[in-house]
């Protein structure tokens, strides 16, 4: 058989945030008469500030406190609208495509462009295996089996539809042009093979995403009724998010669970 890399733990890498054009700001508080300070030094704070004081221009005479008071209250009312303008964009891998089909069901407010089954080599094996699984040495050589056979199965079926595709009649019969290149040929046989790869293939996938958007990610996902890999990502992204922004996300309490992970609460839900 293959050999399997197994994975159990994702991996997130911010890889883009908000930039702060102070000097623009500052033009349009001065075509406006006021002037106004952030005590942030964070741009997705100032900025989700800055919007939220637009609403009622109140530069002139901002409540004691500064950003940290100032979002507190924001959270607090509900006005999550102004939470939209804090984005950040990360790359995720070593997570199943079990997880990125619940993942993606997450719309507003979110971007995705997810590793290409058609287009990329899944000869390589990499898959995600549950912890329940794991830790539990019969059910783990059930799993590992399966995977096994699918990924050999997998291997076996792209090398002969590729075979298969060089003959012109076969190629005519999937449809392919007749001066279709070798590049379209492994296109098609790797989008036909696919069909027998589990769930736990391993994918990657590149997302970004606004601070209420996220916010909705970490009540649904890193819930102790999720499903477990998904709140290990959730868990992940909080503890990126809350260094990134503890004015926008140090709100929430982390209740460690029997699995390691945490159930993520916050006072302030569905903002």
């Not at 006021?34 to 741009?43: G, I, L, M, R």
């Not at 004081?53 to 109140?58: A, E, P, W």
């Amino acid at each position: 058989m293959a050999d399997i890399t197994i994975l159990t733990t994702p991996k997130v890498y911010l890889v883009g945030k908000q930039e702060l054009q102070s000097a623009e700001l500052d033009r349009f508080l001065a075509d406006h008469g006021v002037s106004w300070q952030s005590d942030s030094e964070v741009a997705a704070e100032v900025l989700t500030e800055s919007a939220g004081r637009i609403c009622y221009m109140s530069f002139a005479k901002p409540r004691p406190g500064g950003n940290a008071t100032y979002l507190h209250h924001i959270k607090e009312v509900g006005h999550g609208s102004v939470l939209e303008h804090a984005v950040w964009n990360f790359v995720i891998t070593g997570v199943s495509r079990s997880l990125t089909h619940e993942l993606v069901r997450h719309r507003s407010g979110w971007a995705y462009s997810q590793l290409s089954q058609r287009y990329v080599d899944e000869s390589v094996a990499e898959y995600v295996e549950p912890d329940i699984i794991a830790g539990d040495p019969e059910l783990h050589a059930i799993w590992l089996d399966a995977v096994a056979h699918a990924h050999a199965a997998y291997v076996k079926l792209a090398e002969g539809l590729n075979a298969k595709l060089a003959d012109p009649r076969a190629a005519a019969a999937a449809m392919l042009p007749p001066d279709a290149d070798r590049t379209t040929r492994r296109k098609t046989a790797r989008q036909a093979a696919r069909s027998v790869l589990p769930n736990a293939t391993e994918t990657k996938i590149s997302v970004t995403a606004n601070a209420r958007a996220l916010r909705h990610f970490l009540e649904q996902r890193g819930s102790l009724h999720a499903e477990p890999e998904i709140r290990k990502l959730a868990n992940q992204m909080l503890d990126l998010l809350v260094v990134e922004s503890p004015n926008l996300f140090g709100d929430y309490v982390k209740v460690p669970l029997p699995d390691g992970t945490f159930d993520l609460r916050t006072p302030y839900r569905k903002v």
